[in-house]
Nanobody
Framework: QVQLVESGGGLVQAGGSLRLSCAASGRTLYAMGWFRRAPGKEREFVGTISRNGGSTQYADSVKGRFTISRDNPKNMMWLQMNSLKPEDTAVYYC??????????????????WGQGTQVTVSS
């Protein structure tokens, strides 16, 4: 089994910044990513990062504001969120793919999910 644990969520004013962390254990995860679920909405794609960190993808709504990074020796991934907007309010989920699809692959196929951490952005 794979375990993914998010942390770092909280309340922040619009225009502020927040960094989420994801700690992974259990087995190797290749591509990883972040997804979010806003109140009353379905879970949506935020961004992904390849195993080697060299390739990333982001939703149009967060491009230029959010940055994903990872440190494989530490089994950690982060989501740096800047210029936060009220519409960013959601539960944010860390996810990973246990299947190897290439060292530069950063697609959105995910097999394992964390429990989520709440991010609330006030206006």
């Amino acid at each position: 089994q794979v375990q993914l644990v998010e942390s770092g969520g909280g309340l922040v004013q619009a225009g502020g910044s927040l960094r989420l962390s994801c700690a992974a254990s259990g087995r190797t995860l290749y591509a990883m990513g972040w997804f979010r679920r806003a109140p009353g909405k379905e879970r949506e794609f935020v961004g992904t990062i390849s195993r080697n960190g060299g390739s990333t993808q982001y939703a149009d709504s967060v491009k230029g504001r959010f940055t994903i990074s990872r440190d494989n020796p530490k089994n950690m991934m982060w989501l740096q969120m800047n210029s936060l907007k009220p519409e960013d309010t959601a539960v944010y989920y860390c996810a990973g793919d246990r299947e190897y699809r290439g060292s530069d692959y950063s697609g959105s196929i995910m097999t394992d999910w964390g429990q989520g951490t709440q991010v609330t952005v006030s206006s």
